[in-house]
C-alpha cells in the first residue's frame, strides 16, 4: 500500500477516445502532482495543485486537463490524444512544497502509475 | 541538453559485484534524490542528500554528494537479483517550489 492510488492501473485508447485517470492519496498531503514518464525520457512535470489550485503547468498540451476536486484527489482527463502520448502516467503527493520540506525521506509519494496506450 | 545526466544508461553485472551509478548537474543540486522503479510502476524512495560532502548508507547502497553539490554516486557493494530495477536520480535544481527534475535512469541487470 503505497498510500497514493491510481486507476485504471492499464488504458489503451484510441485517438478519438475520452477517458480519465484517477489519483487518490490516504497521506493527508496539501500538494497533487501529475508525472509522465516515457521510454528513454526523464520524467516529465505535468500538472502542480496545492490545495486545490493549480501552482504549475509545465506547457502541456490542452489536450490533457487535469481537475483537483480536493487535496486527496487528482484527475487528468484525456481527449483526443495522439500516440506519443503513450507513456506510464505517475501521480504523487506532497506535504510541502520543496522550500519548506525538512524531512529526512523523499518529499514526493508516488503511485504505481497508469500504463497509458494510444492506439 | 539534460539538466541531469545519469551514467550509464544501463549496467549488466554478475551476482556479488559492486557497481556505480553517477548522477551530474550543471547547476548546483539543494536536494538530490535517489529512487528505485521496477518497470511500469512507482518510485521508491532510496535516499537523500542536501550538504555537500554528505554520505549515507542503507543496508548495501552508498549514496554520496560531492563538496561542490553537483555530482552524487550511488554505489552497491555485492549487489543481488533483488537489487534490479531502474535508479533514477532527482533534483531540486531551484527556480521552482514544487519541481523535482530527474535523470533518465539506470537499468541495472544483476545475474545470478
Known amino acids: 500500500e503505497t498510500g497514493v492510488t491510481q486507476t485504471p492501473r492499464h488504458l489503451v485508447m484510441g485517438m478519438t477516445n475520452k477517458k480519465s485517470l484517477k489519483c487518490e492519496q490516504h497521506?493527508?498531503?496539501?500538494?497533487m502532482y501529475w508525472y509522465k514518464q516515457s521510454a528513454k525520457k526523464p520524467l516529465e512535470l505535468m500538472f502542480v495543485?496545492?490545495?486545490?489550485?493549480?501552482?504549475e503547468n509545465n506547457s502541456v498540451p490542452s489536450r490533457f486537463s487535469p481537475e483537483c476536486p480536493n487535496s486527496s484527489h487528482l484527475f487528468l482527463h484525456l481527449h483526443t490524444l495522439q500516440p506519443e502520448d503513450s507513456a506510464l502516467y505517475l501521480c504523487a503527493s506532497s506535504q510541502d512544497d520543496l522550500m519548506t520540506w525538512t524531512g529526512g525521506g523523499s518529499p514526493l509519494h508516488f503511485g504505481n502509475g497508469t500504463r497509458l496506450t494510444v492506439t | 541538453s539534460q539538466e541531469l545526466e545519469q551514467s550509464p544508461q544501463s549496467l549488466i553485472v554478475q551476482e556479488g559485484k559492486n557497481l556505480t551509478i553517477n548522477c551530474t548537474s550543471s547547476k548546483t543540486l539543494y536536494g538530490l534524490y535517489w529512487y528505485k522503479q521496477k518497470y511500469g510502476e512507482g518510485l521508491i524512495f532510496l535516499m537523500m542528500l542536501q550538504k555537500g560532502g554528505e554520505e549515507k548508507s542503507h543496508e548495501k547502497i552508498t549514496a554520496k554528494l560531492d563538496e561542490k553539490k553537483q555530482q552524487s554516486s550511488l554505489h552497491i557493494t555485492a549487489s543481488q537479483p533483488s537489487h534490479a530495477g531502474i535508479y533514477l536520480c532527482?533534483?531540486?535544481?531551484?527556480?521552482?517550489?514544487?519541481?523535482?527534475?530527474f535523470g533518465k535512469g539506470t537499468l541495472l541487470t544483476v545475474n545470478p
Open positions: 497521506l493527508g498531503h496539501n500538494a
Open positions: 495543485y496545492n490545495f486545490k489550485e493549480q501552482t
Open positions: 532527482g533534483a531540486d535544481l531551484g527556480g521552482s517550489n514544487y519541481k523535482l527534475t
